[in-house]
């Protein structure tokens, strides 16, 4: 039985395998050994399905390293939890290589949802901090240009408040 690499391993595998040289098949190895090491590893899955894309016309299949390219990109999807960035790869890759603007939709909506989700807790977080080192005037305008995009956010209107009892101490 082998032993899962530790994160710092993982790191220094992928940084490896980045240095490789894009043309040949060395880069796009290098990519396979890191997933076959750890599934999971989403940067990795990125990378590998964006290699997979290039010069596909010159691989012996391409049809196949189409399919390895969807699969590594699916798999980053879905072990990231639903995060932005393999969404947003996927929608890409559905949209123009596939040529399937129904699941590119999916993809794209999924992953806008979950970027403002995370944009929203990004600013609540900004603000609660500025709020905290007595930096009101920093935190009002942060909450400001939150405010224009999210406008009935309860998470910023806390921050605010919060931040406001700070200052008020």
């Avoid at 699941?103 to 992953?111: D, N, Q, R, T």
């Avoid at 989700?117 to 603000?127: F, K, P, Q, R, Y």
Wanted: proline content about 6%; overall charge negative; some cysteine.
């Amino acid at each position: 039985m082998s032993t899962h690499p530790s994160p710092q391993e993982l790191r220094r595998k992928w940084k490896a395998a980045n240095a490789e040289p894009v043309e040949g098949e060395r880069r796009l190895n290098a990519y396979r050994e890191v997933a076959e090491a750890c599934p999971a590893f989403v940067p990795n899955l990125l990378a590998l399905g964006r290699t997979c894309l290039l010069h596909r016309e010159q691989a012996a299949e391409p049809e196949a390293r189409l399919d390895e390219a969807e699969r590594a990109l699916r798999s980053a999807a879905d072990v990231s939890a639903g995060a932005p960035e393999p969404l947003i790869e996927l929608g890409r890759f559905l949209a123009t290589t596939r040529n399937a603007p129904e699941h590119a939709e999916a993809a794209f909506a999924s992953a806008a949802s979950a970027a403002l989700s995370l944009l929203e807790d990004a600013w609540a977080g900004w603000i609660h901090a500025l709020g905290q080192q007595g930096k009101l005037d920093a935190a009002m305008e942060v909450a400001d240009q939150a405010r224009r995009i999210l406008p009935d956010s309860a998470s910023i209107g806390r921050a605010v408040e919060e931040a406001q009892r700070h200052a008020s101490r």
